[in-house]
């Protein structure tokens, strides 16, 4: 921190409640200008922040200085008070943010976004900020930077329970250095708190291991001291603030209403004059109309630099042991560059256990609380920390998609990694069997998953994606698999094997019809072809492993025999044959195509006899081509 309290003369603090009085008359212009936007509690928080702001380590000048203190917006609805304090501090104009808050092709949106100067997390879906919170407070230790992690929460947000998951993993991950604060002002949108759900939030944050800090939240003196105690502590501190709702406005005061409700410009004129405030609504009204929309991209990232020597397999294995082999190999070869994988307690079973002996210090255990893991994980990845999330694939696709969606929003650099997709996840049935992951991450628009074939493929995808930055999904099964191998016995993916992204794998040539397929399939259409071979039947076979981005010339290769199938163990309706179709008609390409893939929830059983059930086995299918050739 660049301050503490005793270094704050009462000059600060006199110069300090002036801005907290021209910070509520920005707030209430912003959202009065926009007709939206949630003035109530951003009135009852900015005390906080703007004394936060004038103590901790920032630079307006360089907002992405490395030594930088943190601050995250959980509540991202409060983000007028976020532009409020950042505009007072000279990140940008105050005018900016008063004039285009909410506009179309603005920066300042309704919800904090990082293309905002000063902020580092967007957000806005309630109760995720405080595992963000960990995961840079975990780049901080890691790095070994002496900087702090504050997390602004509501107190409404207490009530979800990913906040409880949070709390102990920072605890048991020693994370001194990051401070929380709730905003208690005891209101949110359906009344007061106690009465929509009542919580004890003092003692939800004892009991798990934090020292709290009650204080008025709108006491100056207060509320500095409070932050410097909070960053000497030796345990993750909350700030339990109590604050009054549409503070410094007293037709606004503990009304719920103006939790999301804005004034009228005649109501606006009552408020302003309260606070002795100038009223320039209409020098803001001529700003917000002469603005020209613009579009914003985040600034691209630099790939890594890695040192890796392929293994190459030759004897039956799975793909989640090689993934594990390939992750521990990088670990050991680069031993400088930066990692961090999180686990989900299934180290054993998603194969990272190999990579926690060699990298023990970067190996992060989040326990059964996949929620905060992903988060915490996609905001370590954004601090030039390669990070890996490994899961079941319905605990970490289908149960952690939320928390993926706000990572992609946010950029991140997170590499999902998950096993146990599919119907190949073993005896353990239809709750486990994670059908949907391609259909769910396809809605990402910068995840890309890729969907290796082998352990061999493998290998080399997760070679492929350490050196890249950016979000990737890698799933696969469980069980072991044979190498894939072309006529002859060779290797299809041998040694000088170099994975390509989006291009597609042929496995098989053929004249007659096409068969498209992917993951641990892929085994099993290889076989079907050999099948119909001995038959006079000749299948084209194409492993994708790209589906986001489909190689073209594969598909015309496909279409051009007449009869397109595609074989998954996904869902029929949101796989592997959705993507073909829809890019064979965007390739206006006329053929016969069929879907084969998961048309129900499955059974408990051994691999073979679930897809047998399901008429996914290589018998079922030969039979199912034969009909329809």
Same mark, same amino acid.
């Given at each position: ?11 600060? &603090? ?76 000279? /990140?940008?104009?105050?005018?900016? *943010?008063?004039?285009?808050?909410? !506009?179309? @092709? ?23 900020? %405080?595992?963000?919170?960990?995961? /840079? ?7 070994? $930077?002496?900087?702090?992690? /504050? ?28 401070? *929380? ?5 005891? !209101? ?49 501190? %909350? ?18 209403? &103006? ?86 307690? %299934? ?29 915490? *994980? ?10 890996? /999330? ?23 650099? $997170? ?7 599919? $119907? ?56 072991? %698999?044979? $190498?894939?191998?072309?006529?002859? @016995? ?42 119909? *071979?001995?038959?006079?039947?000749? !299948? ?52 016969? &195509?069929?879907? &084969? ?33």
């Amino acid at each position: 921190m660049k301050l503490d309290a005793q270094q704050l003369q009462a000059e600060d &603090f006199a110069s300090l409640a002036a801005q907290c009085r021209t910070a509520r008359g920005a707030i209430l212009h912003m959202t009065t200008l926009a007709s939206s936007g949630h003035p109530g509690g951003s009135m009852s928080t900015i005390d906080f922040l703007l004394t936060l702001y004038h103590m901790i380590e920032v630079d307006p000048a360089q907002p992405n200085m490395p030594t930088r203190d943190r601050v995250i917006f959980s509540h991202g609805h409060v983000s007028p008070a976020a532009y409020a304090t950042l505009g007072l501090m000279g /990140f940008f104009p105050l005018q900016d *943010a008063i004039s285009q808050f909410r !506009l179309a @092709g603005s920066i300042f949106e309704g919800h904090v976004e990082p293309d905002v100067p000063g902020i580092e997390w967007a957000s806005g879906n309630l109760g995720q900020g %405080l595992s963000a919170g960990c995961g /840079f407070a975990l780049a901080a230790k890691q790095k070994g $930077l002496d900087s702090n992690v /504050f997390v602004l929460m509501g107190d409404g947000e207490q009530q979800k329970g990913q906040l409880s998951e949070a709390r102990r993993f920072a605890v048991k991950h020693d994370l001194t250095n990051i401070t *929380a604060f709730c905003d208690y002002n005891q !209101l949110q949108i359906s009344g007061n708190i106690h009465d929509v759900m009542p919580q004890n939030i003092l003692d939800n944050y004892l009991s798990d291991g934090w020292d709290v800090i009650e204080i008025d939240g709108h006491d100056l003196q207060e509320i500095a001291t409070a932050i410097s105690d909070a960053v000497v502590n030796e345990a993750p501190t %909350l700030i339990l603030a109590h604050t009054t709702m549409g503070k410094g406005v007293s037709f606004m005061e503990n009304r719920e209403k &103006f939790h999301g409700s804005t004034l009228s410009e005649s109501q606006l004129a009552d408020a302003l004059a309260e606070l002795n405030v100038p009223n320039n609504l209409d020098l803001y009204k001529k700003l917000r109309a002469d603005f020209v929309p613009q579009r914003h991209e985040l600034p691209a990232s630099q790939d890594f630099s890695i040192q890796t020597t392929s293994r190459t397999y030759t004897e039956k294995t799975d793909n989640r042991s090689a993934w594990g082999n390939a992750l521990a190999d990088i670990a050991t070869t680069n031993p400088d560059l930066p990692m961090a994988v999180f686990d989900c307690d %299934l180290a054993g079973s998603v194969k990272t256990n190999s990579f926690a002996k060699v990298r023990p210090e970067c190996f992060i255990q989040g326990g059964i609380m996949e929620h905060n893991a992903a988060v915490a *994980a996609g905001a370590l990845s954004k601090e030039g920390i390669q990070t890996y /999330f490994s899961d079941f694939g319905v605990f970490g696709v289908d149960e952690t998609y939320n928390q993926h969606r706000l990572s992609d929003i946010n950029r991140t650099n $997170l590499k999902v990694v998950t096993t146990h997709v599919g $119907l190949d996840v073993g005896e353990d049935g239809k709750t486990h069997q994670c059908i949907d992951y391609l259909g769910c991450m396809r809605n990402l628009y910068h995840f890309h998953t890729i969907i290796p074939a082998d352990p061999n493929q493998t290998d080399r995808v997760i070679r492929y994606i350490s050196g890249k930055y950016g979000n990737y999904l890698v799933p696969m099964g469980r069980s072991k %698999l044979d $190498l894939l191998r072309h006529p002859d @016995g060779s290797l299809i993916f041998g040694e000088n094997y170099r994975f390509c992204y989006g291009k597609a794998d042929k496995l098989r040539d053929g004249a007659d019809a096409a068969l498209l397929t992917m993951g641990t399939v892929a085994n099993r259409a290889v076989e079907v072809a050999d099948i119909l *071979a001995k038959e006079g039947i000749n !299948l084209q076979v194409w492993n994708i492993s790209c589906p986001d981005q489909m190689d073209e010339d594969a598909l015309r290769a496909a279409a051009a025999t007449g009869t397109v199938f595609t074989y998954e163990d996904h869902n029929v309706h949101t796989g592997l044959g959705a993507v073909v179709a829809d890019a064979l008609m965007q390739m206006q390409k006329s053929c016969h &195509f069929v879907k &084969f893939g998961v048309e129900d929830y499955a059974i408990s059983g051994k691999s073979d006899d679930v897809f047998a059930w399901c008429e996914l086995d290589t018998a079922s299918i030969v039979k199912r081509i034969k009909k329809l050739l």
